[in-house]
Nanobody
Framework: QVQLAESGGGLVQAGGSLRLSCAVS????????INWYRQSPGKQRELVAT???????NYADSMKGRFTISRDNAKNTVYLQMNSLKPEDTAVYYC????????WGRGTQVTVSS
C-alpha cells in the first residue's frame, strides 16, 4: 500500500528548530526524488525542498541556509531539519514524490510563535 506519513511538527518559538520526518511505503523509495511542501491557511501549497536519489538538494529561496533536507534509504524516510524558524514558516508540511505524485498524506502542523 502506497502511503506517506509526515511527523515531527509542533509548536516552537521563533528562532527554534524542528525536525520533520516523512516515512514512505509502497514504492521503490531509493529511486525517487522527494519534495517537501507546505501550505498556510488561505495560500497555495508551495515547494520547500527537494532531494534526488543521488542526494542532490534544492531549496526555495526563503529556506536556503535554514532548512536541510536529507534521506535515509534504509528507513524509506526523508527528513527536513528546520532551524531559525520564523512565524511565517507556520504551515502544514507535506512530502511527496516529485515526478509521480502519490496520494497526499495528512501532513504535520508546524506553528512558530513570535
Amino acid at each position: 500500500q502506497v502511503q506517506l506519513a509526515e511527523s515531527g511538527g509542533g509548536l516552537v518559538q521563533a528562532g527554534g528548530s524542528l525536525r520533520l520526518s516523512c516515512a514512505v511505503s509502497g514504492i521503490t523509495f531509493s529511486s525517487k526524488t522527494i519534495n517537501w511542501y507546505r501550505q498556510s491557511p488561505g495560500k497555495q501549497r508551495e515547494l520547500v525542498a527537494t532531494i534526488s536519489p543521488s542526494r542532490s538538494t534544492n531549496y526555495a529561496d526563503s529556506m536556503k541556509g535554514r532548512f536541510t533536507i536529507s534521506r535515509d534509504n534504509a528507513k524509506n524516510t526523508v527528513y527536513l531539519q528546520m532551524n531559525s524558524l520564523k512565524p511565517e514558516d507556520t504551515a502544514v508540511y507535506y512530502c511527496n514524490a516529485a515526478y509521480s505524485p502519490l496520494p497526499w498524506g495528512r501532513g504535520t502542523q508546524v506553528t512558530v510563535s513570535s
